[in-house]
């Protein structure tokens, strides 16, 4: 292999693979990034078994790229060293070589250096086939899915499932839930494909939404029962599913409500952010006491203190309420909303609530489990 | 004690008060800033029992404090409760009121909050006396002896005395000296004192860097043989110092020398920074071929690989020279110089060697030993 290519383009794409990989792998290859030249196009690779990025490097698609192969051929580099050495070296273009066996040149400017590698045949062979159901969405659309959902994932393990968000389709309408057990978020989407149901880790997702996030291009997403497949330009970032079944959670969703509060979210965000520093269990338990138009938030601890707040509702309808919940929840479920006023929907004192955009936009919800308290 | 005081100020003041405390003292006072209102003034105090910090608000020097002291007294508030409740509070001003014994109620807009502070007679007693002994420098040039020094302290506590800074003064020539047996950095200023020998841990003078340092006023700094004391404005900052002898570092600095190399400051940083990823024990080890105007710089490792720089010296006199040395110790030293070109002063292949600024200013002394290397 020997290559020239441009520095800052081949910097960006090192970038994007690298987040795939772990770095204390236990197979030693996969610290590396897996550089393979073509005649017209370099594919680099990172993976860490479970998360693999693709990129098709050519000059078509990227014609600052200013790729030129001298000679095919491949080589894996630990992701490390190639980052640090790409990043600070101080020319516009830069060569790489294979010069004895697996030891690679880096040159630019009047810098150079050699690096031992790993041979290509070393790393896992990754199936980078896409599935033939799929779907495309808006970049941007993608990523305010997974910005409304991902966060209301179980982040520890105790039930792994639950890490995952679930995506579910009928045909027409994609539905993602996400739920710990005692939130839940769910978001609806119009979009055409065959059926499927699966559920994918929450960090994946996270990882789409930053890498194809920003654009304001369409990202295919691709699925059969062993994994998902997103592919924009010349990525192509893929993970395995999680195992199990996803809970049946329709029915946890209240459809009858007693009582509406439509109040200012920035108002709300603001008085339970300031307030969840009192914490009780390592948890900010928050009594809300709503009464008229008049919405009064306390958070009390033996040891700390106690934090007050007083704030207005645009409007309340049914008899007054006194519930308590985690205020982390509900900030977050109130930060994943979006319009100027929501509305929050309860029950009852130990029922669950939902929370949704002011007027009928029903496509994302929000529910959270009230706490019970003794005071 | 019942005060009322504007929010941003008060929140600056807490910022710099709060970097002496340490997160989990043995004294649980110690987790508090103490906060005593006087008639006319507010006086703030945080500490970890080595460092203290206080300041004195008042209107007088600074209007814009906006501070009434409607009843005096003193409370002392767990820091992380007062920062988080100081900088969320969503009002111009803020009240402070201490409502049953400590429980202290912090009122602003809409919210309040009342945590349990401790009794002021809990907290330490800290003699915050200034020493009679005392001289007066610019902020910016405490803080460019403190950048150009502290950083060759010895950061692992295995010799106590080497995490400090020795300052020394003979009345009229003030020398600080960093060392941690393996560099040395010097750095002399001419003031006028009384003669002293101090040496003090290079997180104080990091602290009071980062304190005083962007200013442009005088700070006053005063010790004694407990002590370091530095003033301005209201800000008081005090340090224990460090007990026990700093070593004689005068007769390890070379003053005669067999070779001179005039290099270009930054080529030679860039160069040092590409190179030093390449790690053997975990120390990057340089080697420097210097001949004629051509040096080379190599960086070997079986396991990794090998980075190899060409760099043109501006000047070079005397025999070639084939040197090993920390890539890193040679850079920090050439970053904590600042002229274009800068003068590196050789004895021998396995002697001292010293790096200054180009010209006749030898104010600026920064010495690395060389390693010995068996390739």
């Not at 959902?149 to 027409?172: E, W």
């Not at 978001?187 to 499927?196: D, G, L, V, Y």
């Not at 654009?215 to 010349?234: L, R, T, Y």
Request: with cysteine; proline share 3%.
């Amino acid at each position: 292999m020997n290559i020239r290519i441009s520095k800052n383009k081949f910097y960006e794409a090192l970038q994007i693979v690298s987040r795939a990989i772990a770095p204390n792998s236990p197979v030693p290859a996969l610290s590396g990034i897996k550089i393979e030249a073509f005649t017209n196009e370099l594919v680099i690779t990172g993976s860490d078994a479970d998360i693999s990025i693709k990129m098709v490097l050519s000059n078509e698609t990227e014609p600052e790229l200013n790729l030129s192969v001298i000679e095919e051929g491949s080589v894996v580099i630990d992701y490390r060293y190639l980052n640090e050495i790409v990043r600070k070296i101080d020319s516009e273009e830069i060569q790489i070589e294979i010069i004895d066996g697996t030891l690679t040149r880096f040159s630019g400017g009047k810098a150079e250096f050699k690096i031992n590698g790993f041979r290509s045949s070393d790393y896992p062979t990754i199936d980078f086939s896409i599935p033939a159901n799929h779907f495309t969405i808006k970049c941007q659309k993608l990523s305010e899915i997974i910005e409304e959902t991902a966060f209301a994932v179980n982040a520890k393990d105790t039930r792994v499932i639950l890490t995952g968000v679930n995506m579910k389709c009928d045909g027409s309408v994609l539905t993602c839930t996400a739920t710990d057990s005692y939130r839940l978020a769910k978001k609806t989407i119009s979009t055409e494909c065959e059926p499927f149901g699966i559920t994918v880790v929450a960090k994946t997702l996270n990882m789409a939404r930053s890498i194809f996030g920003s654009s304001d291009s369409d990202v295919e997403i691709s699925q059969n029962e062993k994994k998902i497949v997103f592919s924009e330009g010349g990525i192509i970032m893929q993970s395995r599913l999680l195992d199990g079944t996803f809970p049946e959670t329709e029915r946890l969703i209240p459809t009858e409500f007693s009582r509406e509060l439509l109040i200012n979210r920035r108002s709300l965000i603001s008085a339970l952010d300031r307030s969840s520093f009192i914490k009780t269990d390592n948890m900010a338990i928050i009594r809300c006491q709503i009464s008229g138009n008049e919405v009064i938030l306390t958070n009390k601890s033996q040891e700390i203190g106690e934090a007050h707040e007083e704030l207005i509702a645009e409007n309340y309808t049914g008899e007054p309420l006194d519930i308590s919940f985690s205020g982390t929840y509900v900030e977050d479920a109130a930060k994943a909303l979006s319009s100027e006023n929501i509305l929050i929907k309860f029950t009852g004192e130990m029922k669950p609530f939902i929370l949704v955009n002011e007027g009928d936009d029903d496509s994302l919800l929000q529910l959270v489990l009230p706490v019970r308290t003794y005071n």
